[in-house]
Each structure stands twice: as C-alpha cells, then as structure tokens.
C-alpha cells in the first residue's frame, strides 16, 4: 500500500533530506508531495487527501499555526510539526490547535520517520476514533457532522471550533484566554468578551445539549457529561 505525506517546508534541503530518506526507508511506499511556502501547503491540504501532513512552522506567508489551525476546521488528518521554535508555549501551543506530534529542529529523520509510520498505522487502525462523544453530545470529526440526542445540527464554523476545543478538554476549565488564542488566533486583539458571546450562542444551538457547557466563575467554562 503507498501512502501520501505532505511537507510543508522552506527549507529546499530539509524537503531534499525527508523526501530521499522516507523514499529509500519506505522502498518508494511513501510518496512526499513538497510545498515550499504557507499558501500553497494551505492550497495543497485543503484540495488533497493525504495520510499525515509534516507542517513546518516559520512560513513565507501564512504561518504554520495558522495552517495547523485551517486544517483542524475540516479534517482530523495526523499533523506533525516540525519546527526550530522549542519555546515550551510554542510547544504547548502546536498541540492545543490539535497537533499529533511536535518535532523540534534538528532532528533525526529516522526518528522522524518512526513518528510517521506509528501515526498513520494508528490513524488506520483507529477507524472510529474520528467520533467524539460527550453525554448527549456527539461529533464526527471527518464529516464535522454535529449531534445532539442522535439528531444532528448545523454548527457556524466559529460554533464548531468552540465545541471542540471543550470537547478536547473534556471535564477540565479552559479558560476564556485559551479558548480566545485556539479558536480566533494569536494575532486576534478583541477582548475575551467576545468569547461569551459565542458560547451563548454555541448553548442556544446545542439545545438541551447546552447545559453540559458548564461556566466555571473568573476562571471560563467546561463541559461535561
């Protein structure tokens, strides 16, 4: 079976070094499709079906995060970034967006390839994991169908993003900093107000599923069963 990785690197020589090392481990089974700047690997992740995506961070144009972020709307695709930013916030923050793993430069491509093949083998293995469900709550990742008491409605994408990043932090306080950063971005400078606003909406939408959306006081919300 052949697989499909997109690499989304500037670095021509990094892109060189993966593409050789993963077509001679993989005897040809790994086929890298490359992209040297942040639109096209945007472009190539959105149009494209691939296996796992290799997403570096410091882009010409859009920014790793922001890709990470656009992808983690409409797919559920295994990520690994690969980046020389080692900041723990950095780190921490790859993986709130929904990262699988975070790869800091330099690296080992033998380790690297090790990553890939133990993500796509449990993507694949994995079928039903795309299904999150919390009491009367219930998402399907890949079709981002939305459910409530087996019923299913039309989330905003805003909406959606909200749910799942309480749905990913199941029974824990995310608070409305957190929450602010995930959904709308780093580079986003309205107040957290705005984040009420949206889960008064989001609890509107979800019906009686709302009231599992719990506002924990000065602290933010979380949801529960």
């Known amino acids: 079976m052949q697989y499909s990785v997109l690499l989304v690197e500037d670095d021509a020589q990094i892109r060189e070094i993966i593409t050789d090392s993963f077509m001679e481990k993989s005897s040809n089974t790994i086929k890298i499709t490359t992209a040297d700047n942040g639109e096209i690997g945007l472009e190539l992740a959105e149009s494209a079906q691939f296996d796992l995506i290799i997403l570096d961070v410091m882009l010409p144009g859009i920014d790793g995060f922001s890709i990470m972020r656009a992808i983690r709307k409409r797919s559920d695709v295994p990520v690994i970034i690969l980046t020389a930013r080692t900041r723990e916030e950095d780190i921490l923050y790859g993986y709130e967006l929904g990262c699988d793993d975070y790869v800091t430069k330099p690296f080992s491509t033998a380790t690297l390839y090790a990553k890939v093949l133990a993500l796509i083998n449990r993507d694949k293995r994995t079928v039903t994991s795309h299904v999150i469900s919390c009491g009367l709550i219930s998402v399907d990742t890949r079709a981002l169908s939305v459910f409530v008491s087996g019923g299913e409605i039309a989330l905003p994408p805003v909406e959606y993003r909200l749910l799942m990043c309480l749905l990913q932090n199941k029974g824990w306080v995310v608070d409305r900093e957190r929450l602010l950063n995930t959904v709308w971005g780093q580079d986003y400078y309205g107040g957290t107000r705005v984040v009420d606003n949206h889960i008064k909406k989001l609890r509107q939408l ?20």
């Open 206 to 225: 979800l019906k009686e599923g709302g009231k599992q959306i719990k506002t924990v006081i000065s602290q933010g919300y979380k949801i529960t069963d």
